[in-house]
């Protein structure tokens, strides 16, 4: 890696909640690196966080951002359709590259972004923080050490705070019901009230009989109302024509 005065130069792609609480306050808080550009197809927004995290140059098109010849990596912060496309652009120019998840929809394109990467000589990360918690570290080390032996499955639950209200912690509505079912409780406030998410098996919405909860069968998914994806995508639907 090209290093100025040992400090990464940095250009960051998308000016979104991301960008704004995970990203730019971790870049603030490390003097090795230093984020020296922005880009969003909203100006106001890339302006906004400018002036909030002291970046010196804004940008509306990811192009005019990659082109640059001092920065050392590129972070992409943008809607998920998009990370891909950015990420290989950056890689074509010889920029290395940290990636929101997911990197792209279809593995095989993933890997093509990694073969590129290894082939210009350039690091690639994913934003997989979990991988460097303390929990996570030392159920690694017991695996290198042979303490559990050969692995073969991992069933593992993930109570992920930032969505809960401590007055209403997670929790499976009726102790007592199917566990293969996974009932939504305090999320459905939060999901369903403010974000539009339903549950669904086969596209089809599911609700549980007799209550005001949701529920997840295995192989469902959920889905979003989309508008607010697709006033994301539609920010960086340039890249896609």
Same mark, same amino acid.
């Given at each position: 890696?090209?290093?100025?005065?040992?400090?990464?130069?940095?250009?960051?792609?998308?000016?979104?909640?991301?960008?704004?609480?995970?990203?730019?306050?971790?870049?603030?808080?490390?003097?090795?690196?230093? %984020?020296?550009?922005?880009?969003?197809?909203?100006?106001?927004?890339?302006?906004?966080?400018?002036?909030?995290?002291?970046?010196?140059?804004?940008?509306?098109?990811?192009?005019?951002?990659?082109?640059?010849?001092?920065?050392?990596?590129?972070?992409?912060? *943008?809607?998920?359709? *998009?990370?891909?496309?950015?990420? +290989?652009?950056?890689?074509?120019?010889?920029?290395? %590259?940290?990636?929101?998840?997911?990197?792209?929809?279809?593995?095989?394109?993933?890997?093509?972004?990694?073969?590129?990467?290894?082939?210009?000589?350039?690091? *690639?990360?994913?934003?997989? *923080?979990?991988?460097?918690?303390?929990?996570?570290?030392?159920?690694?080390?017991?695996?290198?050490?042979? #303490?559990?032996?050969?692995?073969?499955? #991992?069933?593992?639950?993930?109570?992920?705070?930032? +969505?809960?209200?401590?007055?209403?912690?997670?929790?499976?509505?009726?102790?007592?019901?199917?566990?293969?079912?996974?009932?939504?409780?305090?999320?459905?406030?939060?999901?369903?009230?403010?974000? @539009?998410?339903?549950?669904?098996?086969?596209?089809?919405?599911?609700?549980? @009989?007799?209550?005001?909860?949701?529920?997840?069968?295995?192989?469902?998914?959920?889905?979003?109302?989309?508008?607010?994806?697709?006033?994301?995508?539609?920010? +960086?639907?340039?890249?896609?024509?």
């Amino acid at each position: 890696m090209s290093i100025r005065d040992s400090v990464v130069q940095v250009g960051l792609l998308g000016a979104g909640a991301w960008a704004q609480f995970a990203h730019l306050p971790g870049y603030i808080r490390d003097p090795r690196c230093k %984020v020296v550009a922005i880009a969003d197809p909203i100006r106001e927004r890339a302006e906004a966080f400018a002036k909030e995290f002291n970046i010196p140059r804004v940008y509306t098109s990811h192009e005019e951002l990659i082109a640059r010849h001092d920065l050392d990596a590129v972070d992409v912060c *943008t809607p998920s359709a *998009t990370h891909f496309a950015l990420s +290989w652009a950056a890689l074509e120019s010889g920029k290395h %590259v940290l990636c929101e998840k997911p990197v792209a929809y279809d593995y095989q394109d993933t890997r093509r972004a990694a073969a590129l990467a290894v082939s210009k000589g350039l690091k *690639t990360k994913v934003g997989f *923080t979990f991988r460097y918690s303390p929990a996570m570290r030392y159920m690694k080390s017991l695996i290198d050490e042979g #303490f559990i032996g050969e692995p073969f499955i #991992f069933n593992g639950h993930e109570q992920n705070s930032q +969505w809960l209200d401590p007055q209403n912690p997670l929790r499976q509505v009726d102790h007592t019901a199917d566990q293969s079912i996974i009932h939504v409780s305090s999320l459905e406030g939060v999901w369903g009230a403010d974000h @539009g998410y339903r549950p669904s098996v086969h596209g089809e919405p599911v609700r549980a @009989g007799g209550g005001d909860h949701e529920e997840l069968h295995p192989g469902a998914h959920g889905a979003r109302d989309g508008n607010d994806d697709a006033h994301e995508h539609r920010r +960086w639907r340039h890249l896609h024509r």
